[in-house]
């Protein structure tokens, strides 16, 4: 019976991050927002690359905003798009987001486009 036990709860142990890991459920799909700002970190990580930028709010307050993309591999492999790598977003780099905002009015996106200063287009899944 302790062995049936100990598997229940090893089992239980390794789904867990499973279904900690929210996916795409946070956002709004049928919502977009582009927001224009300064890169203040670029995170090029797994399981999602995080980009933060600082925002003019009303009243012209900063918020900082965050977003979130795939994973650094897929992204390095996206025949699609520019080959992305951890230098790519630098600190105090323009850029234009687009994407789905998260539901509970966070200023978080699931980003679907960025666009630098230069007009590049560094990922459009629009």
Do not use: C
């Not at 900063?62 to 390095?76: C, D, H, I, M, Q």
């Amino acid at each position: 019976m302790s062995t049936r036990i100990g598997l229940i709860m090893a089992a239980a142990l390794v789904a867990a991050p499973v279904a900690a890991h929210h996916g795409a459920g946070v956002f709004e799909p049928e919502k977009k927002v582009t927001i224009e700002g300064t890169v203040t970190e670029f995170q090029f990580v797994n399981p999602h690359v995080l980009v933060y930028i600082d925002v003019k709010g009303e009243g012209g307050k900063e918020v900082k905003w965050g977003g979130e993309l795939t994973s650094p591999n897929r992204l390095a492999r996206d025949a699609r798009a520019v080959k992305w790598h951890k230098d790519i977003l630098k600190p105090g780099d323009a850029i234009t987001m687009t994407g789905h905002p998260a539901r509970n009015g966070a200023p978080m996106m699931d980003i679907l486009k960025i666009v630098d200063a230069q007009g590049t287009v560094l990922i459009d899944d629009e």
